[in-house]
């Protein structure tokens, strides 16, 4: 029987793997798209949903958040994958934070990139209930965005299978991928075999079943994040992203301002230190709240130390942080959970060729929502223009 061909199979259908089937499709390419579980289940559906370039160290990696933002807003004019655009507040707590906001915003200006300075009373009629004793002002992101993570994903592989004829197999677990002769043939573990001329390998935080000797002389570690969400509140709105000045001592784009280098790591309290916690907010469509986030980090190959239970001593941190902050209706917990990413200690992404024509992409680390739009773009258009 003759093996079906494809211009490009991508194996993982996460964030990563979706965005390069959607950059590779709308070019008109024969995709396939090969999922291992029923449906994606770690880390595209265990996080914030938070598409927030203001994050990020300005060049490449804001610069494909800010292209992000325009792919995801594409995407939703012709089928919702639950975008809202609601824009993001980081919330400054002392005279520190404030002056750091102040600054990035100085830079956002000289970069083309909008944002708002709001004084304390501002920040108290915008954000319901915002507690006084917490907030100094606030930095204002109008145009980033805000997805359901636990829907997006899905949402946008049925807009890629209705409208871009992208072919897609859950259930599919990739066993190995080899170049042979002139083209990359993928077997999956229950025999089907496929061949294609390229091959994307974005199984986020695990690949050692398919390239063990890369996985473990990486110098790729994971990060275990924990999170939780209220019951739905009825009659509060708290409009898109909201991070805390723990976020701004923590982010990325902080660090690249004049005052950063003043603050003083004894300022953190040492348990948020310790568990590498900062406080982010946002509501979900329900109504709901999702409260987190902590940050535990392992050696790839020594992943399973870090668990997968919830450690309720640092969930009840968090909520103690978050109560500082905010007076909500109430704080009926839900549900919790752990989310995991890999990141690379030395570097800023793992991107590197297993074989010829078949190129491994992970260890996005926390960028993977905001960023893989516009990184996917770019892969594809290297590729293949």
Known sequence: MAIQHFDLIITGAGVLGCFHAYHASMKGLKVLLLEKDFKPQEASVRNFGQVVPSGMSQGKWQDY??????????????????????????????????????????????????????????????????????????????????????????????????????????????????YKGDRCIVETGSGEMFSSDHVLICNGRDFKTLYPHLFYKSDIEISKLQMMRTSPMNDFTLPGSVLSGLSIKRYESFRE??????????????????????????????????????????????????????????????????QRMFRFPHWNIARQWNGYYSQRRGHDLFMEYADKNVLIITAIGGKGMTASAGLAEANIHKLFD
């Open 65 to 178: 958040g800010r292209r992000s933002l325009e792919i995801y807003q594409s995407i939703q004019a012709k089928f919702d994958i639950t975008v809202r655009r609601h824009g993001t507040i980081y919330l400054a707590s002392d005279s520190t934070e404030m002056t750091l906001i102040e600054e990035l915003g100085a830079i956002n200006q000289k970069i083309g990139y909008s944002s708002t300075i709001y004084d304390k009373e501002t920040c108290l009629e915008k954000y319901q209930g915002l507690r006084a004793s917490y907030c100094t002002g606030g930095l204002f992101f109008e145009e980033e965005l805000t997805v359901e993570p636990t829907r997006m994903i899905h949402h946008l592989i049925a807009f890629m299978k209705e409208q871009l004829l992208l072919q897609y197999k859950p259930l599919s677990f990739v066993r190995s991928v080899v």
């Open 257 to 322: 301002c004049p005052s950063y280098k003043k603050l003083d790591a004894s300022e953190i309290n040492e348990n948020c230190r310790k568990w590498g916690i900062h406080i982010l907010f946002k509501q979900a469509n329900d109504g709901s709240i999702i409260i987190g986030d902590s940050h535990e980090y392992a050696e790839a190959k020594n992943a399973d130390q870090l668990g997968y239970d919830i450690n309720q001593v640092i969930n009840d941190i968090i909520l103690h942080e978050a």
